[in-house]
């Protein structure tokens, strides 16, 4: 058994052990500090779920539609002149509102064109370097309560922006 196995195997039941015994010295009630964060846990997801929901069923609704390919092929043209693959938009363009849709076309991308290829070298570095900030602003600021997120949603979309540009840029340089 290799030393990183061995760690990662024994990491979480050191820290649950740290914890307790931290909470002993201290004479905290753990395990009734414990049920009441479950609580809390639980009472934030049902306070999320609202937002989620619409999350994920706006994205159903771009993606069987038909609007996100109709868009696609009509900028085509500046994108092929420009030198970006049409093919990666979807990409760009789910990836700041879902992880998991983004990472769905991801591996679309990689299994159709090939991990080695410019798209899929393109497609990954777009997914490490852009974020999914629609996602971020409608879970987090929503569960806080906080409806004023103009500036935040504009900073986000621009690092997603800059993001997106800064992988077609490095990749075709790199790899092109």
Known sequence: MGIITMISSWIIP????????????KKLPA???FVEGGKEGVKMAVSLL???LGMLVSISILRSSGALEAFIHLISPILSF???PPDIIPLALVRPISGTAALGMTTELIDTHGPDSF??????????S????LYILTIYFGAVGIRKM???LKVGLLADLVGIIASVIIVTIVFG
């Open 50 to 52: 609202p937002f989620l």
């Open 150 to 152: 103009g500036y935040a």
């Open 31 to 33: 395990y009734e500090l």
């Open 82 to 84: 420009i030198g970006i």
């Open 119 to 128: 798209l899929g070298r393109l497609a990954s570095t777009m997914q490490g």
């Open 14 to 25: 050191c820290f649950i052990l740290i914890i307790l015994l931290v909470a002993m010295k």
């Open 130 to 133: 852009t974020d999914t900030t």
